[in-house]
């Protein structure tokens, strides 16, 4: 999606463009925590032929943005200029959403745009974290670092994407052929019976009727089954892109046994490891509180962080804060109370995220370990209950014989 964009900063300077991103929200949260003020913001709504090309263009994946962030800080750090990496990156890259972003950002910085700002105008690949960073680093003459913890932090982040959903793959595999299998027996096993026990004036038992009366439905009606499925999964999807209807999924997802622990894991250690990059990198306490709640995908849980970024605009003491939610465990709390105490608050955060991200690793084993012999136990009985339903007529016509 493309917006145009008229923002002024707290220096009361204009600013006026277009910029790419998947959603207005996305737009918002970047300009916010740049610290502009929104006067005005528009979709652009593509034309027909704009859309087909846009059709051809791959979204660019967490991995690439990690291995061009690795190259650009190896080009910056030979001594290369902005305006010569990015032509080396934009000539590497084989990504055409990502080239023509790329050639974008070195002509923002012809024009004399800082990196930082270029970069906001794609939040779609650039996120508020990121581009933030490159500006404390721009600004503190330390780009070179900043990039090589951009790489650290992302390349965390894709190891525990990448494990979760490992741990995923196989609970799927089960429940889809379970699915299969249920149907095939539903729609083409049972009704074999039909024609048979009414040739011989035989009733069915009653668990084969109600499969049978299933597996006929499913058959004949098949396009409704399909069409009611497709209509239950839009509406739960358009609830929950609504804000009320994204925070009441949000909150169901942490009451759940097990899975909850999990999630509240995974948020707080991403939390501390974003907080401990920020102010590590210069980024001053309330501005990286307000990053960090939005790079949070719970709401539930970054509500939580938006209090506690207020509470300590108005000088609350964090570790106050902190004890008065739900979320933050008491390991958690006193680490942080001693980062507050001893100064090196971005040490103990970089401490705590390590910490909690070894626990969510040991967290997802664990529930993979147990889901897995329980969904094998579930799909059992469902597809035991099935074969008992079909064969039961087998023994009704031996009976008879």
Known sequence: MKFRYRVRDIYGRLQAGTLEADDRTAVISSFLAQNYYILCLKEIRPSILEKNIDLGLKKVSLRELIILTRQLHTVLASGLSFIT????????????????????????????IPLWQA?????????????????????????DS??????MHLEREKEIG?????????????????????????????P??????????????????????????????????FILTLAVTAALKALGKTGQGRH????????????????TKMAVARFARTMGTLINSGIPLIQALEIAEGVINNTAISDTIRQIRVGITKGDSLT?????????????????????????????????????????????ESVAAVLEPLLILIVALIVGSVVIATLLPVFELVNAL
């Open 85 to 112: 990496a990015f032509n080396v990156l934009a000539d590497q890259t084989e990504n055409k959403k990502l080239k023509e972003t790329l050639i974008n950002i070195r002509e923002n910085i012809e024009e004399g």
């Open 119 to 143: 970069l906001a105008r794609h939040p779609n690949i650039f996120p508020p974290l990121y581009v933030n960073m490159v500006r404390a680093g721009e600004t503190g003459g330390i780009l």
């Open 146 to 151: 900043v990039l090589e913890r951009l790489v």
């Open 162 to 190: 990448s494990k979760i959903k490992n741990a995923s793959i196989y609970p799927s595999i089960v429940v889809c052929f379970a699915l299969l299998a249920v149907l095939f027996i539903l729609a083409f096993i049972i």
């Open 192 to 225: 074999a019976f039909t024609g048979m026990f009414h040739t011989m004036g035989l009733t069915l038992p009653l668990p084969t009727r109600i499969l049978l009366a299933g597996g006929t439905f499913i058959k004949k009606k098949w396009f409704i089954v």
């Open 248 to 263: 009441l999924f949000d909150d169901l997802y942490l009451k759940i046994p097990a899975v909850g622990k999990v999630i």
């Open 320 to 364: 106050v804060l902190l004890q008065k939610t739900r979320v933050f465990e008491p390991m958690v709390i006193h680490m942080i109370a001693v980062g507050e105490e001893t100064g090196r608050l971005d040490e103990m955060f970089i401490r705590i995220s390590d910490c909690l991200e070894r626990e969510t690793m040991y967290a997802v």
